[in-house]
């Protein structure tokens, strides 16, 4: 096991330092929506998440992620890069590293948008947790 160098040791207790968020006494969780994001074909991932949620009473819905090894779709590309990052991502093929980063990155829009939207019954931006 590598020794600790002493940088290390001082931003571990930097950042544990930091104020902590914490949720008012007597606030049940959770206080807010729960949203997993998952590629549609991860099946046995959604099954895990399903049953740890549901073991914990944990009230969720699953979003279809936008799937890296695939086209990205061309309009929300477009919205999300230009220049450089663009033609990155229509020089690199998909199932690349680029295309599945970007897909992560369509993905969370796509749920930030419907969540400031309120088409879920949302008003303004609660929380948005990903596992």
């Known amino acids: 096991m ?3 160098s002493s940088r290390d040791a001082a931003e571990t207790q930097r950042k ?3 104020p902590k968020f914490r ?3 007597g606030t049940p969780f959770p206080a807010f929506p729960v949203h997993v994001i998952s ?3 991860a099946t046995r991932r959604r099954e895990l998440v399903q049953r740890q949620l549901d ?3 944990i009230a969720f819905r699953f979003f279809d992620a936008v799937d890296g090894t695939q086209a990205l779709p061309d309009d ?3 919205w999300h890069s230009s220049g450089g990052k663009r033609k990155g991502i ?3 093929p998909p199932g690349s590293f680029y295309h599945r980063h970007i897909a992560d990155d369509l993905s969370h829009f796509r749920v930030m948008h419907l969540m400031l ?3 879920w019954g949302l008003r303004g931006l609660h929380a948005l947790y990903v596992l």
Do not use: C, I
């Open 2 to 4: 590598a020794a600790v």
């Open 16 to 18: 544990a330092a930091l």
């Open 23 to 25: 949720f008012p006494e």
């Open 39 to 41: 590629l549609t074909n």
């Open 55 to 57: 073991e914990r009473g």
């Open 76 to 78: 929300e590309v477009r």
């Open 90 to 92: 229509y020089s690199s």
């Open 117 to 119: 939207a309120g088409e």
